[in-house]
């Protein structure tokens, strides 16, 4: 038998020490029996999905679809002719993939080599980070302002000639706030590639796709099924490129990476549409009635939103103790301790009897 030299480990890439795994929080099972409870009863606040669930047409869809033996189209044709419909974008311009996720791994595999620059700005989702790290580049990010806006002129001093791709979500996540239209001119300016990030489109419906229409060629425009659709356990998103970038972005796209499930899922929610608006509907009626919930407990600070969650600065006691207090009650929120981002909590909107619950917890916990 050959002696074994070393350790495999001198063949991974010496940049690895830089990244750290992306911190996703433990499987719902595992967290419902740490804390005693059925997975039913666990109140889960921390991932902003739908707290209604897909649409029924999606699970009739999924019983009966008869193919799953056969490899997926590769093109995904027709989900992308349902979403440029629904999108009102041309079909050549749509990607499908695996979450948004995938999409951002995407664009940085069309943009980064070693030491290219990717920047976003912080607090903002930490996903641009992990995969801007793992495609090679160096990642910056500007501090947003007071109420978390973006200034395009601190971005314009932070560009060096190595940055490639900007990263903006908008709707923010974890802050809640939209960047207006004016502010995302001013980055597509710069004249590097700037990603808006769509995720929480359809609770404010503010879109960044109309710019195409006035020539920018360095824009994409990502959205995703799992927040609004409920779908985020099949992984489905998809990203608007400009004419000049798709082929590029086909050249790199795993060919089977979306599921034949995840896009039968697609073509059904565009079916049933008026179902989603509905809950979609509920969903912000109920983020007004948290909001103020919040606000009145006296303890919490909540910032304005554009999305389907509320982030709060934690005030005179500790945010990790809050979070500690809440889990014991099966109740998961995200916590936030940053430079930027001290002591705070975000809540996504459940249904009515969520809130009702949340509350309760949090007025014993006063
Ligand atoms: C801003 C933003 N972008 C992208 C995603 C990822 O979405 P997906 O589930 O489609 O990968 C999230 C999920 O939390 C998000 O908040």
Redesign the pocket.
Known sequence: MAQVHSDVRRLLRRDLDRIEAYPAPPPLEDFARSVGVAPHDVLKLD??ENPYGCSPRVVEALRTYDWYHIYPDPAHRVLRERLANYAGAPVEQILV????????ELILRMFVEPGDRVLSFAP??G??ETAALAAGAEYATLDRGLRFEVDPEQASRALTDRTKVVFL?S????TGNATPLETVRALLALNVVVVV????FEFHRQTALKLFAEGYENLIV??????WAGL?GL???YGIFPPALTPAAWSLKPPYSVSQAALVAGVASLDDLAYLQTTVEKILIERQRLQAGLASLGYLSPYPTD?NFILCNVIGRSASELQRALAARAILVRRYSSRRLENSIRFSVGRPEHTDRLLDVLEELR
Not at 197 to 200: G, Q, R
Not at 222 to 227: A, E, G, H
Request: proline share 6%; no cysteine; net charge negative.
């Open positions: 991932q902003n993939g695996n979450g948004s996720d995938e999409l951002i903002t989702f996903y641009y979500a709707p923010n996540n974890p990030d769509e995720a929480y990502l959205r995703t099924f799992s927040k985020a992984r489905l998103g999305a």
